[in-house]
T-cell receptor, first 112, second 115 residues
Framework: AQSVTQLGSHVSVSEGALVLLRCNYS??????LFWYVQYPNQGLQLLLK??????LVKGINGFEAEFKKSETSFHLTKPSAHMSDAAEYFC??????????FGTGTSLTVIP | ETGVTQSPTHLIKTRGQQVTLRCSSQ?????VSWYQQALGQGPQFIFQ???????GRGNFPPRFSGLQFPNYSSELNVNALELDDSALYLC??????????????FGNGTRLTVT
């Protein structure tokens, strides 16, 4: 079985500051991990994915995430926050099945 | 490249009624998955269709049913609507539902309100 836990349902950062959104996973098999972003009244958009190649994954809009097996983590980072980054962010895991397991999301607020 | 489109965007129904939601998959994708997203929650897997066959189901009752058509578009049907069915229903297509690392590409969802 797979699951993810996103620590911090709300994160606020100043414009230009580092963004760090936390995700820890549980999986009985080698996991595939994803980060999605959701803007108000829209569906989810893929930011990046980890599929057992490089442990540091670069995505769109300057985001990246590092897979750390020893810590069962896949935290999302961005060096400098922009106002347009304000949104809801979801971490998701899959394993052997075809079902994506999503976390409860982290709402990112960017303060000008 | 055409993305995933869903219709309608909003819907209001009364408890006990039935509803049909529609989804057109992204060009080249043969797999469609449906998710329910309650307010303030992450999406929950309802079921997946691969080449017109159900290919996995989440923890939802049988009154949630679906179809996939030869052009890979899909419908989600919900019978005997309950108040708790109020949610955003998301359709997602993927290149190949047989592979666990095939990313989901989402539509903008249908907001269902049950009164």
């Amino acid at each position: 079985a797979q699951s993810v836990t996103q620590l911090g349902s709300h994160v606020s950062v100043s414009e230009g500051a580092l963004v760090l959104l936390r995700c820890n996973y549980s999986s009985s098999v080698p996991p595939y991990l994803f980060w999605y972003v959701q803007y108000p009244n829209q569906g989810l958009q893929l930011l990046l994915k980890y599929t057992s190649a490089a442990t540091l994954v670069k995505g769109i809009n300057g985001f990246e995430a590092e897979f750390k097996k020893s810590e069962t983590s896949f935290h999302l980072t961005k060096p400098s926050a922009h106002m347009s980054d304000a949104a809801e962010y979801f971490c998701a895991v899959t394993g052997t099945g075809n079902q994506f397991y999503f976390g409860t999301g982290t709402s990112l607020t960017v303060i000008p | 490249e055409t993305g995933v489109t869903q219709s309608p965007t909003h819907l209001i129904k009364t408890r006990g009624q039935q509803v049909t939601l529609r989804c057109s998959s992204q060009s080249g994708h043969n797999t469609v998955s449906w998710y329910q997203q309650a307010l303030g929650q992450g999406p929950q897997f309802i079921f997946q269709y691969y080449r017109e066959e159900e290919n996995g189901r989440g923890n939802f009752p049988p009154r949630f049913s679906g179809l996939q058509f030869p052009n890979y578009s899909s419908e989600l049907n919900v019978n005997a609507l309950e108040l708790d069915d109020s949610a955003l229903y998301l359709c997602a297509s993927s290149l190949d539902g047989r592979t666990a690392n095939s990313p989901l590409h989402f539509g903008n969802g249908t907001r269902l309100t049950v009164t």
